[in-house]
């Protein structure tokens, strides 16, 4: 077991935070893991679902690489914000390849913002316009501004396009982020900001009231969507007339489409280890109009644990529990 490893780390939000690990290392590290993917190093399984009813699900990811292997444990709970909770909660357990000896166990929350966002720009960097300067999201909560913060290391955004039901979280969002460089606009009508933005995030919260109400017709020529909701708020057949739809996963996306828990059913061009690979090739022009969609894989987790992992060793961050 390598040097240190004798003792399982926790490591929450905060201490996550204080390692100061940025989001151009998390993107990097995820374009390692994804073409390690490609080359047939990585041993990872489809997400494994629990549905509890009334919007209630709980996930279960594996994945390995070495030197780690990685179980995420997550689950949604729609009604969670009448109780002052996230929607989203959950556990990472880094392990030793060879061994299986647990690590670290790790703030799920932190690592699925973190990870989403970077996974997001990772496949913008093949899928989105270089020049991209507007974003706009639909849905203004934790994504919106992780992906934010993501996309800000990556492009030239000058403006930011927001919308949220209720208004006031958008107005909220806009009062976090906005700076003397980056304006940002608070529409009433989700259409306005989806043909105005180069890239668009969509981050809409699944419940038992939501119909689709986006149209991808309303891309702009070379526009790039992120549908961090799985799709849930677009017109699904809308999104098979794009140029590319991209996923993160192919065999998990499909293995979950065919179960009827992915909202868009429609074929897939490439997934990131493709894309990253070039076994797919990316963008041909800048017309064409493209989507991501990222149920979320297992290898996303593990990558940035273990980056997160090591920071805090060398850093000396975290909880030290005896075995």
Request: aromatic share 6%; proline share 6%; charged share 25%.
């Amino acid at each position: 077991m390598p040097d240190g490893r004798r003792e399982l780390l926790y490591l929450s939000s905060s201490d996550a935070d204080a390692t100061g690990l940025s989001f151009t290392e998390i993107i990097a590290g995820l374009e390692r893991a994804y073409l390690a993917k490609a080359r047939g190093h990585v041993i990872a399984k489809p997400k494994l679902s629990l549905n509890l009813g009334e919007g209630r699900m709980r996930f279960a990811l594996p994945a390995a690489l070495p030197p780690y292997s990685c179980f995420k444990c997550s689950g949604v709970t729609p009604d969670n914000h009448g109780r002052g909770l996230p929607h989203i909660n959950g556990l990472v357990i880094l392990s030793d390849f060879e061994t299986g000896v647990p690590l670290a166990i790790v703030d799920g929350n932190w690592i699925s913002a973190k990870r989403t966002a970077g996974i997001g720009v990772l496949a913008a960097k093949y899928l989105a316009r270089a020049d991209s300067a507007v974003v706009g999201f639909i849905g203004c909560g934790v994504q919106a501004r992780s992906n934010l913060e993501a996309l800000r290391t990556a492009f030239p955004l000058r403006r930011v396009m927001a919308y949220s039901k209720p208004r006031n979280t958008a107005e909220q969002f806009a009062r976090e982020v906005e700076t003397p460089d980056l304006h940002v606009d608070v529409a009433d009508d989700p259409r306005r900001v989806v043909e105005a933005s180069d890239i668009v995030i969509t981050t809409v919260p699944d419940s038992n009231t939501l119909r689709p109400f986006l149209d991808a017709a309303w891309l702009r020529p070379g526009a790039f969507a992120n549908l961090v909701d799985l799709g849930r708020s677009w017109r699904s057949a809308t999104l098979e007339r794009l140029d590319i739809v991209a996923t993160d996963d192919r065999e998990q996306s499909e293995d979950q489409a065919k179960a009827g828990r992915l909202p868009y059913s429609g074929r897939f061009d490439a997934d990131l280890a493709q894309l990253v690979s070039g076994a797919v090739p990316a963008r041909k022009d800048a017309s064409q109009r493209t989507a991501l969609i990222h149920p979320g894989a297992g290898l996303g987790d593990l990558a940035v644990a273990a980056l997160l992992f090591e920071r805090a060793r060398e850093k000396n961050q975290g909880i030290k529990l005896p075995r």
